[in-house]
């Protein structure tokens, strides 16, 4: 502007005068334009570096169940002709929960009586002979080979005495058997047969929850697991009523993630659960991870300087920026954990890291929420 005013000026001076005018006059430009630049302050955003704390607090929900479960089963198959409990109800050891049909058991066990019957009769026969041949052995009114022959047929009535009477066992094992007996006391927590249904020996027909402990038991992702350390104190709460809490350590990890979720399960002994803590509850168990020093940083903050980590920092007094190398302990989803290279009280830019150079001077327009 200043040029086009004085151009009909300088187009009568002599061109060593209008040469030097012009010479005099870039000069200035330029250095109106350096203080200009000077004078401008790059906006940016920045964030207070502070400590992390020597610990991580982590939370996750989980579900109160009982430290030991037995499955109930019939030794033997046949027919469930009646299960007594359901699920929700309390059994008592000793207490008779299911019964199968015991029709066959019954027969057979009638039929092993009357074998050890004919059994026993057929001793009695073949020991009497004996008694008779001893005798008229001995005062030579028989033979020798007579005399073997009933002491063969003894001999054989008695192991098929032995014989009627261990299946008279096993028939009345078999009868007892029909009906199944609790030999844990607890609460019924899943069922696995029904009236009518032809179940096989060894099928589970009741799973009880043993009244003698409590876990709760967790999912917990892969990432979080390896950070968890065995001895961690877990507190644990009911999420329907925070003030009932107990505490315990982890007692068993699944050694295999779960193929749908990819977690892990993870059980934890109670010490001295509140009776509110009933089986199914809701829990959230909280613990602190310990982790080494360090700070963070939102992930926005992270540059790269010579293929390195970097970041921007602020010298507050000169408002002006240096970039400075940083070591990463762990990358997050929105922050970075820095191990080295920044210390508590630093100000780091979090927005506007790729514009700026070193010395640059910015303005800060506050810190980054």
């Known amino acids: 502007m200043v040029i086009a005013i004085l151009r009909p000026l300088i187009s009568k001076w002599r061109p060593l005068g209008r040469a030097s005018f012009l010479f005099s006059l870039t000069l200035a430009a330029c250095g109106e334009t350096e203080q200009l630049q000077q004078e401008i302050l790059r906006p940016v955003r920045v964030v207070t570096v502070a400590e992390l704390a020597s610990g991580e607090s982590i939370s996750l929900s989980g579900v109160i169940r009982a430290e030991k479960e037995v499955d109930l089963a019939f030794r033997i198959g046949g027919?469930?002709?009646?299960?007594?409990?359901?699920?929700?109800d309390q059994v008592q050891t000793g207490q008779a929960v299911a019964r199968l049909d015991p029709e066959d058991e019954t027969n057979a066990f009638k039929t092993a009586q009357s074998n050890l019957v004919a059994a026993e009769a057929q001793l009695i026969e073949a020991e009497s002979n004996y008694e008779r041949q001893a005798k008229l052995l001995k005062d030579g009114w028989t033979t020798r080979q007579r005399?073997?022959?009933?002491?063969?047929?003894?001999?054989?009535?008695?192991?098929?005495?032995?014989s009627a009477r261990a299946q008279l066992e096993i028939a009345?094992?078999?009868?007892?058997?029909?009906?199944?007996?609790?030999?844990?006391?607890?609460?019924?927590?899943?069922?696995?047969?029904?009236?009518?249904?032809?179940?096989?020996?060894?099928?589970?027909?009741?799973?009880?929850?043993?009244?003698?402990?409590?876990?709760?038991?967790?999912?917990?992702?892969?990432?979080?697991?390896?950070r968890v350390p065995r001895i961690a104190t877990i507190e644990v709460g009911?999420?329907?009523?925070?003030?009932?809490?107990?505490?315990?350590?982890?007692?068993?990890?699944?050694?295999?993630?779960?193929?749908?979720?990819?977690?892990?399960?993870?059980?934890?002994?109670?010490?001295?659960?509140?009776?509110?803590?009933?089986?199914?509850?809701?829990?959230t168990g909280r613990t602190v991870i310990p982790r080494r020093g360090g700070v963070v940083i939102p992930s926005s903050a992270l540059t790269r300087t010579q293929g390195k980590p970097a970041v921007w920092v602020v010298d507050p007094a000169a408002s002006t920026v240096s970039s400075r190398p940083v070591e990463i302990m762990q990358h997050q989803q929105s922050e970075v954990v820095v191990e080295a290279g920044l210390t508590s009280g630093d100000v780091v830019v979090t927005a506007g890291v790729q514009s700026l150079r070193p010395g640059q001077r910015v303005r800060l327009l506050g810190e980054a929420s």
């Open 238 to 283: 009911l999420t329907t009523q925070p003030n009932a809490t107990a505490r315990g350590r982890v007692r068993e990890v699944s050694p295999q993630a779960d193929p749908e979720t990819g977690t892990f399960r993870v059980r934890v002994g109670l010490e001295d659960p509140p009776t509110e803590m009933r089986l199914g509850s809701i829990v």
């Open 79 to 88: 027919r469930l002709l009646e299960r007594l409990p359901n699920v929700g």
């Open 172 to 226: 009345r094992r078999r009868l007892d058997d029909t009906e199944l007996v609790a030999d844990v006391s607890g609460a019924v927590v899943r069922v696995g047969a029904e009236p009518g249904e032809v179940v096989a020996a060894g099928q589970r027909i009741l799973r009880i929850a043993r009244e003698d402990g409590r876990d709760a038991v967790f999912d917990v992702p892969a990432d979080m697991l390896a």
């Open 147 to 162: 005399y073997d022959n009933v002491r063969q047929v003894l001999q054989t009535a008695r192991s098929q005495v032995d």
